[in-house]
């Protein structure tokens, strides 16, 4: 049957889906120590880089992401936990705590939320597609995150979509926890690379 054919594009979709299910677990195993989610993060769309240009070695593509960008990965990572620590117990003290102007100390939180995780969408992808160092790659991101702000927008609807679905319908977590990080990376790789292609050329 055409639609098992091997290079048809049922066959090549589900090849893709199978490399991305275990580029997840992968994932999901480095993030147990929490302090690593960074680095396992970078390691990710490292490797689905590379998926994208064709490199099907996704565990040896995953351990060199790993190998490469650990430091600054984990730098990142230990600073955006503090932050969203430090907004989590802002959140929490608003929403306990009668004070003039509460509604409008709770909105300029939760924009700046939004801003950080804008930014921080962008991070990844920019250390992977530029060199600099980490001041530069963190200032190119935000500066990316709002000039293209349709782009990140559309990112972050992405992002609203999968938690959506995994709060909503059961069925759905399953297939979320087995690759729903790692096609979330593919897609804001395929969607930034897009964006970064004229600066590259």
């Not at 997840?24 to 689905?48: F, H, K, R, S």
């Not at 959140?91 to 306990?96: M, N, R, V």
């Amino acid at each position: 049957m055409k639609l098992f054919n091997y290079e048809g594009p049922f066959m090549r979709f589900m090849l893709l889906l199978s490399r991305l299910t275990i580029l997840n677990l992968l994932w999901l195993v480095c993030c147990i120590p929490v302090v690593t989610a960074g680095a396992a993060t970078a390691a990710q769309y490292y490797a689905v880089s590379r998926l994208i240009d064709g490199d099907a070695a996704v565990f040896k593509n995953f351990r060199a992401g790993f190998r490469l960008h650990w430091k600054r990965a984990t730098a990142v990572w230990i600073f955006l936990a503090a932050l969203c620590a430090a907004f989590a117990m802002t959140s929490y003290t608003l929403s306990i705590t009668e004070m003039p102007g509460r509604q409008a100390l709770s909105v300029i939180s939760a924009l700046a939320f939004v801003s950080l995780f804008m930014v921080m969408l962008w991070f990844f992808p920019v250390m992977l597609n530029f060199r600099g160092t980490l001041r530069e790659i963190i200032f190119n991101s935000f500066v990316f995150a709002f000039m293209y702000a349709p782009v990140t927008l559309i990112a972050v609807v992405l992002y609203g979509v999968l938690v959506f679905l995994f709060l909503r319908f059961y069925l759905v977590r399953g297939l979320i926890v087995l690759f729903g990080q790692a096609l979330m990376a593919y897609a804001i790789s395929v969607l930034f690379g897009r964006v970064f292609r004229k600066y590259k050329e």
